[in-house]
């Protein structure tokens, strides 16, 4: 299991002047200078331009172009990226980041302070559309400009070309661990400001450069020699894309050698495929939650008591067990184990039909007459999930409900359809940015959240969940979030259905792989190295 999250944020506020750690001269001899590495992609990403990230699969790719001023090590400790060291004051409220020499973007320019004021400003602008941006508004000035009342972020100063200084309003978690999250990472404002294709040919200092992208077909990226932390050890990243995630054809491309890493099938004797094929397999848990989710905005989905009717009507632990063979972890709720706030005896809803039918009932929907079907989507259309809605038709009929599964396996179409409210109820997984139960209850669940996909609103919650922030307590943290998460249960906006663990499958010449909590993303590739060429 990954540290308690809790320690997590003490190291990171511990760390407050951390040195960089030299790539060791034995490493830069690892590999072929022409190694080329091939992995899977679910689906294309939306966009390549981190602030702007929104699912997975972007962010599998742009946190191997860009870097922030820190990152999470394979433990989710913080450790220096393009900052050299970093000190706070001791109340938590000024960090002060100090550049490392020398690091420079893709077309040749070196970073400067300036570029990290930008680039936080920039997250915080509403015409980015960031993700990321309610985990920077503690920033001193940050309302003030993202209301349009300020020209510029009066906390984000650039010092000299080299020292930046981040002043908070008020500090709810160290600001370090902030910026090591996905969308934080630190852009050329020249390049970013010149049009719209950013985002399609991205530029940044990480170890790997943008060569090109095919939709629906690879995306291409090559070594970049000269990378502050030494060159990678594989020359060239191809990610193929599978729309659709296509699992199936993952595993066989896989398995004729044609890709170096691949996910698990979901019905398969792990050992015994291990054993076949000599491969290298890893498991590890990571901080996620998959869980179908409701537009409480929709009609007749806007009655709570039809929402736990559906969760009720659900066998969910049936899922678990026959669909996946025990092999993820069932979800009584949202905090997946581990995390800071996870309840291990917190109160979801089980497997109870007659209870679902009592409910459709006081909603005015006996035996489900006059209740129209319900449209499911999935942006994925696997054999595992295939099956799983096959369970799910058969208890939401034995109930009254008539399901109807629709697919669209065009990811951005997808998330452009969920972004626009049009998805009466949608199968969604959520994968952390940050190891803190604040960036699943608050980022999904609070009524201001720009991920808030369900329509969700409960001012209860919004002030559990903002005492919760500003809680200096720990105890009082985890109370606060265990409430807030018990009312979104009793709501019912989603389904829980698992967490998943961390799987994969590796050829037996990969080595250096290092995986954390935060799961396949975050896999640093720059220190992967191919035993053989390919």
Not at 211 to 232: C, T
Not at 324 to 341: D, T
Not at 390 to 412: H, P, R
Not at 434 to 461: C, E, I, M, Q, T
């Amino acid at each position: 299991m990954p540290p308690p999250f809790l320690f997590l944020l003490l190291v990171a506020a511990a760390l407050v002047c951390a040195q960089p750690s030299p790539l060791r001269a034995q490493d830069k001899d690892h590999g072929p200078a022409n190694s080329v590495y091939r992995r899977p992609l679910g689906h294309d990403p939306k966009t390549l331009d981190p602030a702007r990230v929104s699912d997975v699969y972007s962010l599998s790719i742009s946190q191997q172009i860009f870097d922030g001023l820190v990152q999470y090590d394979n433990a989710l400790t913080i450790v220096p990226a393009l900052a050299e060291f970093w000190r706070a004051s001791r109340d938590g409220l000024v960090w002060t980041f100090t550049l490392r020499r020398g690091a420079k973007f893709h077309h040749g320019r070196e970073v400067t302070a300036e570029d990290v004021v930008y680039s936080f400003a920039r997250i915080l602008d509403p015409k980015t559309r960031s993700g990321a941006a309610e985990l920077f508004l503690n920033v001193k000035g940050a309302r003030e400009f993202r209301d349009g009342r300020a020209k510029s972020v009066s906390g984000l100063v650039a010092l000299d070309r080299r020292t930046v200084q981040v002043t908070l309003d008020e500090s709810v978690a160290p600001f370090v661990a902030i910026a090591a999250v996905g969308h934080a990472k630190i852009v050329p404002r020249d390049l970013v400001e010149t049009g719209e294709t950013f985002g399609a040919q991205p530029v940044g200092t990480g170890p790997f450069k943008f060569v090109r992208w095919e939709r629906g077909k690879e995306i291409v990226l090559e070594a970049n020699e000269e990378y502050f932390d030494g060159a990678p050890r594989l020359s060239r990243l191809v990610f193929r894309i599978f729309p659709g995630e296509q699992r199936d054809a993952m595993q066989d491309e896989f398995q004729k050698g044609n890709l170096e890493d691949a996910p698990v099938p979901a019905r398969v004797d792990r050992r015994e495929l291990v054993a076949r094929g000599g491969y290298i397999y890893v498991k590890r848990p990571m901080i996620s939650a998959r869980f179908y989710g409701f537009n409480t905005r929709a009609k007749p989905l806007n009655d709570r008591r039809i929402r736990q009717a559906i969760v009720q009507a659900i066998d969910r632990e049936a899922i678990v067990e026959s669909v996946y063979l025990g092999q993820v972890a069932f979800a009584r709720g949202i905090l997946p184990p581990g995390m800071l706030g996870f309840n291990p005896g917190l109160a979801g809803y089980s497997y109870n039909p007659q209870r679902a039918r009592e409910l459709l009932a006081e909603a005015g929907y006996p035996g489900g007459r006059g209740l129209p079907p319900l449209a499911i989507w999935s942006g994925a259309r696997q054999a595992d999930i295939v099956r799983e809605h096959a369970l799910m038709k058969k208890w939401l009929a034995a109930v009254g409900i008539t399901a109807d599964f629709q697919y669209n396996t065009d990811w951005q179409a997808f998330s452009k359809l969920l972004d626009e409210g049009k998805l009466p109820i949608f199968l969604y997984a959520w994968y952390a940015d940050v190891p803190d139960p604040d960036n699943f209850l608050s980022k999904l669940f609070h009524s201001k959240s720009p991920r808030n996909f369900f329509g969700y609103a409960n001012p209860v919650v919004d002030d559990l969940l903002a005492s919760a922030r500003s809680a200096g307590d720990v105890q009082r943290r985890v109370e606060a979030y265990r409430k807030a998460e018990q009312l979104i249960l009793d709501d019912a906006p989603i389904i829980p259905v698992f967490h998943r663990a961390y799987e994969r499958l590796f050829q037996p010449y990969v080595r250096s792989v290092e995986v954390n909590g935060l799961g396949d993303p975050y896999i640093p590739l720059r220190k992967i190295w191919l035993e053989r060429a390919r």
